[in-house]
């Protein structure tokens, strides 16, 4: 079964940043691609980055292009998304999420998905 965990939200002021993590089981993490999401308040689910399995390949939403930096640690089996000069705009409920293969599709939110951790900037 595949679970996904993810943690290190919180609330930071603008300008700010944070470091989120997911912790994968249940699968190979190593032959999957895989991504982060958002869901704001009162919004739809927004693809935020993608990675491939190798971690050699990112891709970013043009909205956190420059300030997030997606990775991941296969031998900890593990997803971070590095967040930095965080927005008012950028608060929301934040998704790691799996594909069905080593390739990350652009704009693709999984439907494997956490059940997010929430990022609220604020000052």
């Known amino acids: 079964e595949v679970q996904l965990v993810e943690s290190g939200g919180g609330l930071v002021q603008p300008g700010g940043s944070l470091r989120l993590s997911c912790a994968a089981s249940g699968f190979r993490f190593n032959a999957y691609a895989m991504s982060w999401a958002r869901q704001a308040p009162g919004k739809g689910l927004e693809w935020v980055s993608s990675?491939?399995?190798?971690?050699?390949?990112?891709i970013y939403a043009d909205s956190v292009k420059g300030r997030f930096t997606i990775s991941r640690d296969n031998a900890k089996n593990t997803l971070y998304l590095q967040m930095t000069s965080l927005k008012a705009e950028d608060t929301a409920l934040y998704y790691c999420?799996?594909?069905?293969?080593?390739?990350?599709?652009?704009?693709?939110?999984?439907?494997?998905r956490g059940q997010g951790t929430q990022v609220t900037v604020s000052s």
């Open positions: 990675i491939n399995s190798g971690g050699s390949r990112t």
């Open positions: 999420g799996k594909y069905t293969g080593a390739y990350a599709v652009p704009g693709l939110v999984p439907g494997d």
